[in-house]
Structure formats: structure tokens, C-alpha cells
């Protein structure tokens, strides 16, 4: 996710200084100035954006040794684009605050097609200043970008908008299996879902992955099953009960189990064949 967003942010004219814990990843980004640590892209920036793949990464580049908080100054505005959790959004947000920086949650939505495209979703939570300043990087990253709130709000957001989208596909593996079985083509349940109340664009965007069983990710098992895990901590935080997002939480578990925590999540169709002894299509 985090190359091509910075291809863009390139390609738009910004100059950028990189790192990534592996450095040939950082230098195959032609225009770029790669970095030797996390501080060193802080000691030479004034809006730092993080893209990685949970809260113990997060919480290591900004507070570690040699990470962010070593370099920033005052004024700076660190935007972290990935999926944490709300908890530690608000701990590092503090930390920011006490250096006399802010910090941005805008976590995204589209997966890797979106990021490549520049037409990610894009949830901010923090004050609208620092919205506004970071708007213009946001256009160039994505299509449709929402400040929703204060800091932590994005990724509430984002753990909402997971649930949707894991239990949309577990609905639509459902539906795929049952109406296969029943003697229906798989592409033509999908033509008939797709023109009425039931249509989606999780549905859309998985469609081929689904009828091809062509499950390279994508967005990986492995991480949605992360995100589900944010958003059922969310839950128990919140005083909010979500029995469906657990029991969808733990068909990923049991794929991570079964060794397919790498393929895309629309893999959970396999789940419901591998139960009902019955392959789309077949």
C-alpha cells in the first residue's frame, strides 16, 4: 500500500524522504531521498505519513530508537495511514502533542488496486487545522476523503467500515455456494444480486476473485483477521456487542489455520464450500 501511495505523492511534484525497514523497497522509489532510520524522515520533514501493518508498528516507528518523536519539531503534523487501533491512536497522538507536533489517524479503504489508482477512501480523525493542511497530500492519495471526527475517530471508522466489508463477503460466499448448488451459474447470481437492493461493491470489486478462484491478494486473510480483532476490541471497549463480526473473525482464524492467511479475503468463499461439500461452478 504504502509504495504506490508514495509513487503518486511523487508524481504529483512532492518531494519525498523515505524509509521502509527494508531498504531496497525505499530505493526503488525513483525520486525519492531514502532515510536511514524514521528519525532521520522527521529531521527532514514537516508532514510525516505512516502506512504499516498494525499498532506494535506503529507504536515502534513513531517511539523507538531513532523513530519519529527522536526528530520532529515543533509544528510538524504526523499522519498515520494505517489500521491501529483507536486506544493507541490516541496514546501516540498525545505524545505528538506534548513535542509540540499533532498527529492525523487516516486510515484507508480500496486496497492495493485503490492506492495504485489514487482513489483510496480515506477516514481522518484529529483537529480540522491539521485536516486541512494534510487535504491536499489526501487528493492525491485518494477520491473520497472524510474528516470525521477527532483524533481516534478515523479508525473507528475504519473498523466499521472492515466489518462491512468482511461480513459483505461471507454474505455473498453464502449466497454463491447456496445458489451453485442449487443448479444457478455463479456469474448469473451475481448479474441478478448486483441489480437490485443486495448490490455492493465489495461484491463488484470481487467478482472475478470469486468466480476464478484466483485468490492472490488483495487485501490478505491475515490482515483483515487483524483489523476484525481492532474492531471486536473496539467493541468490548465501546460497550458494543457485534456477534456476527465475531463469528466472521473466526472463519478467518480457522483459514489463517488452515494456511491461507496469505490469500485475499475473498478466500472465505472456500470456507463455506469446503462446509457444504460444494464448489461454485461444479
Same mark, same amino acid.
Given at each position: 500500500?504504502? *509504495?504506490?501511495?508514495?509513487?503518486?505523492?511523487?508524481?504529483?511534484?512532492?518531494?519525498?524522504?523515505?524509509?521502509? *525497514?527494508? $531498504?531496497?523497497?525505499?530505493?526503488?522509489? @525513483?525520486?525519492?531521498?531514502?532515510? #536511514?532510520?524514521?528519525?532521520?524522515?522527521?529531521?527532514?520533514?514537516?508532514?510525516?505519513?505512516?502506512?504499516?501493518?498494525?499498532?506494535?508498528?506503529?507504536?515502534?516507528?513513531?517511539?523507538?530508537?531513532?523513530?519519529? /518523536?527522536?526528530?520532529?519539531?515543533?509544528?510538524?503534523?504526523?499522519?498515520?495511514?494505517?489500521?491501529?487501533?483507536?486506544?493507541?491512536?490516541?496514546?501516540?497522538?498525545?505524545?505528538? $502533542?506534548?513535542?509540540?507536533?499533532?498527529?492525523?489517524?487516516?486510515?484507508?479503504?480500496?486496497?492495493?488496486?485503490?492506492?495504485?489508482?489514487?482513489?483510496?477512501?480515506?477516514?481522518?480523525?484529529?483537529?480540522? %487545522?491539521? /485536516?486541512? $493542511?494534510?487535504?491536499?497530500?489526501?487528493?492525491?492519495?485518494?477520491?473520497?476523503?472524510? +474528516?470525521?471526527?477527532?483524533?481516534?475517530?478515523?479508525?473507528?471508522?475504519?473498523?466499521?467500515? #472492515?466489518?462491512?466489508?468482511? !461480513?459483505?463477503?461471507?454474505?455473498?460466499?453464502?449466497?454463491?455456494?447456496?445458489?451453485?448448488?442449487?443448479?444457478?451459474?455463479?456469474?448469473?447470481?451475481?448479474?441478478?444480486?448486483?441489480?437490485?437492493?443486495?448490490?455492493?461493491?465489495?461484491?463488484?470489486?470481487? *467478482?472475478?476473485?470469486?468466480?476464478? +478462484?484466483? /485468490?492472490?491478494?488483495? /487485501?490478505?486473510? %491475515? !490482515? +483483515?483477521?487483524?483489523?476484525?480483532?481492532?474492531?471486536?476490541?473496539?467493541?468490548?471497549?465501546?460497550?458494543?456487542?457485534?456477534?456476527?463480526?465475531?463469528?466472521?473473525? #473466526?472463519?478467518? @482464524?480457522?483459514?489463517?489455520?488452515?494456511?491461507?492467511?496469505?490469500?485475499? +479475503?475473498?478466500?472465505?468463499?472456500? !470456507?463455506?464450500?469446503?462446509?457444504?461439500?460444494?464448489?461454485?461452478?461444479?
Amino acid at each position: 500500500m504504502g *509504495r504506490p501511495m508514495a509513487e503518486n505523492l511523487i508524481a504529483a511534484g512532492y518531494d519525498l524522504v523515505a524509509y521502509n *525497514r527494508t $531498504r531496497e523497497k525505499a530505493e526503488e522509489l @525513483e525520486g525519492a531521498t531514502v532515510a #536511514q532510520s524514521p528519525k532521520e524522515v522527521a529531521e527532514n520533514s514537516d508532514i510525516i505519513i505512516t502506512m504499516l501493518p498494525d499498532s506494535p508498528q506503529v507504536k515502534e516507528v513513531l517511539a523507538g530508537e531513532n523513530g519519529v /518523536f527522536e526528530g520532529i519539531g515543533e509544528g510538524d503534523l504526523i499522519v498515520d495511514m494505517s489500521t491501529i487501533s483507536p486506544v493507541v491512536t490516541e496514546e501516540l497522538a498525545e505524545k505528538a $502533542r506534548e513535542q509540540g507536533a499533532s498527529m492525523l489517524d487516516a486510515p484507508v479503504s480500496g486496497g492495493d488496486v485503490g492506492a495504485i489508482g489514487g482513489m483510496l477512501a480515506i477516514m481522518v480523525g484529529g483537529s480540522e %487545522e491539521d /485536516f486541512e $493542511r494534510a487535504l491536499p497530500l489526501f487528493e492525491v492519495m485518494g477520491a473520497a476523503v472524510t +474528516h470525521v471526527g477527532p483524533t481516534g475517530a478515523g479508525q473507528v471508522v475504519k473498523a466499521a467500515n #472492515q466489518i462491512v466489508v468482511a !461480513l459483505t463477503i461471507e454474505a455473498v460466499s453464502e449466497a454463491l455456494v447456496l445458489g451453485s448448488k442449487g443448479g444457478v451459474a455463479p456469474e448469473k447470481i451475481l448479474d441478478v444480486l448486483g441489480g437490485g437492493l443486495a448490490g455492493n461493491k465489495v461484491m463488484e470489486a470481487k *467478482r472475478e476473485k470469486l468466480l476464478e +478462484h484466483s /485468490f492472490d491478494p488483495g /487485501f490478505r486473510i %491475515e !490482515l +483483515h483477521h487483524k483489523d476484525l480483532g481492532i474492531a471486536l476490541a473496539a467493541g468490548r471497549e465501546y460497550g458494543v456487542t457485534l456477534p456476527v463480526t465475531a463469528a466472521v473473525d #473466526q472463519m478467518l @482464524e480457522t483459514l489463517k489455520m488452515r494456511g491461507r492467511g496469505d490469500q485475499d +479475503h475473498s478466500a472465505i468463499l472456500t !470456507l463455506i464450500e469446503e462446509s457444504s461439500a460444494h464448489e461454485i461452478g461444479s
